[in-house]
């Protein structure tokens, strides 16, 4: 256990089926300790990337290192201390809590006092223990993702891969799982996390956006929203609050001086040059027949940070963080 | 990456594997009911103790004593006589056509030579082609000639028969007995039961996406495969003990060797027969794949291991392709012991081979999963 290294380490990562490059060239750290949010579309190689941390992977060429074990040559040490949560529910659902317990507590080979143990203290920190007896089958999408964190837990890994934990889960259980999330990076736990939540990912200590298998912006949120390209110089960024945001969307990107308009909600996120001031933009807006309840001056959201990366990447403007 | 032959974890798939044998209770009753019944159904559509057998005659003698032999073979529950010919050629004809499976002949002196003290000869025409019919015909004329012979002279001090019974067997003249069949029934369907469940397990995992889970443990390849054959390996051995019992119970067949061998090289057996399970598992994408792999696998051990055919009269590479199958060295085996009463001294080859081939196929199902999966 180097403690010195970072408790994850991507270093030029590829992967490739055939001719698609699925993961390409990836290269990034996280810190221990720190709450890493994984991001990008759907097929972007997300879950590729956390499978070759997990040695279910084999990757074609760069190196890749987990509490300072290389994935590929030290696939016993680096098994011993992660915890994987995969994408779909991957438990047992015939076999009870408990037994899904017992049988992952075996599996990494921990003495019956020690799982005994163990079992007590993932029960009670997910509270998962009043199921214990409960097939696991039969239990809510938000304690099936709880007990199979528990199971991932039940070795004391030192650094944890999410994929998706909280995709189709509801709203309360996302937020316990998510305060459950913190308190494993509290006691030194480093996670990493995959998401399309954006108030998820602005959780997180640090996030990578990966994009057809490429990491196009890796970095703390305040890092990324002064990347460039995410505000083009000599532009600012208003949030627009109406009663009617439809009529007001297309009022707005009908202004001359308009260069990108988004609807959030009720508010309407516009960027425009920085000679705009916001009664100008309201005037306009009211004039055009809006109901306009204000207009203020925003940062980009995380969101706003990702559909910029997208489009100028997907316009060919590549660039490196 | 994993080693292929890689033993941790398999207690740990063992506690596993149990909980789910245990708790799929339709599963396990299948399992365990299916071998015994379906060699019921098929042990007695081969081995029912054959009754009403049809059957012509042409009696060209005519005389009191013909009169009494077809009055005797009518009475008995084996023949019914249905068809009187008018000559020999339509006997036999009647025969070809399957009209019936049996025919009497009784030739023109016959009353004369009994009356006279001499032996009279009854010809009986056996269709061979289904061998349960025709034993059963070839046993019952032979006891009402013998019959015959103590009703009509009484007093005999000569040993020859006076009505002398003449089989003849057509189509099929050397008759495999059901003895033959039974204990070949008990292994094949064993095989069947076992591969299937086996084929089913890791493919089950790789489909419901279980298996990337058990992948981050430290469980090795082996571990993984012999723990989850073990189980199976008991359910198929309880199913042998029942095949057993119905074999020796119901079927009357005995076992004229050693019980322990034969139960200890049924261990043997069942993990032949579960390493091609295995097999098929690892190289399996999903559970249709795997059932398809196992029903083309199925064929050829009815067909090639001398179940049903003499492998002796099969072109060479056939011979060859029935050494892959588990079942052909089994049935040797079996039909070694319960049949001829061999022990180990004969069969040592047999066991050698069949063991072999199972290890094998263990160790090639566990590199095969360790390379498919990293």
């Not at chain 2, 016959?110 to 025409?125: C, H, I, M, N």
């Not at chain 2, 076992?194 to 089950?204: A, D, R, Y």
Request: charged share 20%.
């Amino acid at each position: 256990m180097n403690d010195a290294a970072p408790a994850i380490v991507a270093d030029h990562l590829t992967k490739r089926y055939g001719d698609q490059t699925v993961v390409d060239d990836l290269t990034f750290t996280v810190p221990r300790g720190s709450i890493f949010g994984f991001l990008g579309p759907n097929g972007s190689g997300k879950s590729t990337t956390i499978k070759m941390f997990c040695g279910l992977v084999a990757p074609n060429s760069g190196q890749g290192s987990v509490d300072g074990h290389d994935i590929m040559r030290e696939g016993d040490a680096v098994r011993a201390s992660i915890g994987y949560v995969s994408q779909q529910f991957s438990l047992y659902s015939e076999l009870t809590v408990d037994e899904n317990l017992e049988f992952y507590g075996r599996a990494y080979g921990l003495v019956p006092a020690r799982r005994e143990q163990r079992k007590r203290d993932v029960f009670e920190l997910t509270g998962i223990g009043r199921f214990a007896g409960r097939l696991a089958g039969q239990l809510s999408g938000g304690w099936k993702q709880r007990l199979a964190l528990a199971t991932a837990l039940l070795h004391e890994p030192k650094v944890m891969f999410l994929d998706e934990p909280t995709a189709g889960i509801d709203p309360v259980a996302r937020r316990e799982l998510w305060d459950l999330l913190f308190r494993l990076a509290e006691q030194g736990v480093t996670l990493l996390v995959t998401t399309h939540y954006m108030d998820e990912a602005e959780r997180c200590s640090s996030v990578g956006y990966i994009y057809n298998g490429e990491l196009i912006a890796v970095g703390t949120l305040e890092e990324l929203r002064k990347l460039p390209g995410v505000e083009s110089p000599g532009t600012v960024r208003y949030a627009v609050h109406t009663e009617d945001v439809m009529p007001a969307f297309s009022a707005a990107r009908a202004l001359p001086y308009m260069k990108d308009t988004t609807i959030f909600g009720r508010d309407l996120h516009v960027v425009v040059g920085a000679d705009v001031t916001q009664e100008q933009l309201q005037r306009d807006l009211v004039q055009r027949g809006c109901a306009i309840a204000g207009v203020e001056r925003i940062e980009p959201s995380l969101e706003d940070v990702f559909v910029a990366l997208t489009r100028n990447r997907s316009d060919g403007n590549g660039w490196e963080t | 990456m994993r080693p292929p032959l890689d033993f941790r974890g398999f207690t740990a798939v063992l506690y596993k594997e149990w909980i789910h044998v245990l708790r799929d209770r339709v599963t396990l009753i299948l399992a365990l009911a299916l071998p015994t019944l379906q060699m019921l159904i098929f042990g007695y559509a081969i081995n029912t103790r054959v009754e009403h057998i049809k059957t012509a005659y042409y009696n060209e003698d005519q005389g009191p004593i013909a009169i009494q032999a077809l009055n005797a073979l009518a009475a008995s529950q084996d023949f019914d006589l249905v068809r009187a010919a008018s000559s020999r050629q339509q006997l036999q004809s009647d025969i070809v056509a399957g009209k019936v499976h049996v025919a009497i002949d009784i030739p023109p002196n016959f009353s004369a030579d009994v009356l006279a003290g001499r032996t009279a000869q009854l010809q009986v025409l056996i269709d061979g082609s289904d061998s349960s019919i025709a034993q059963e015909a070839l046993a019952s004329s032979s006891l009402i000639g013998q019959a015959l012979s103590t009703e009509l002279r009484p007093q005999a001090t000569v040993s020859a028969a006076i009505v002398d019974v003449r089989p003849r067997m057509l189509f099929n003249p050397s008759l495999r007995s059901a003895n033959f069949l039974v204990p070949g029934l008990i292994g094949l369907i064993m095989q069947i039961i076992t591969v299937f469940l086996m084929s089913l397990s890791i493919v089950g995992e790789r489909e419901r996406g279980t298996l990337d889970q058990l992948l981050v443990t430290p469980i090795g390849s082996t571990g993984l495969m012999l723990g989850k054959i073990v189980p199976y390996v008991i359910i198929g051995f309880v199913d042998f003990l029942l095949a057993l019992l119905a074999m020796v119970y119901i079927f009357q067949v005995p076992i004229a060797g050693s019980v322990p061998l034969l139960l200890a090289l049924g261990v043997c057996f069942l993990v032949a027969a579960l390493g091609i399970g295995l097999f098929v598992s690892a190289i399996a994408q999903n559970q249709l794949q795997a059932i398809l792999m196992v029903f083309g696998f199925t064929l050829p051990s009815v067909l090639l291991s001398g179940f049903m055919f003499e492998r002796e009269l099969m072109p060479v590479i056939m011979q060859w392709i029935g050494l892959l199958i588990p079942l052909t060295y089994f049935l040797e085996i079996l039909r070694g012991i319960v049949l001829r009463g061999a022990g180990l001294d004969a069969l040592w080859p047999q066991v050698l081979a069949m063991t072999a081939l199972g290890t094998l196929l263990i160790i090639a199902a566990s590199i095969r999963f360790a390379r498919t999966a990293s």
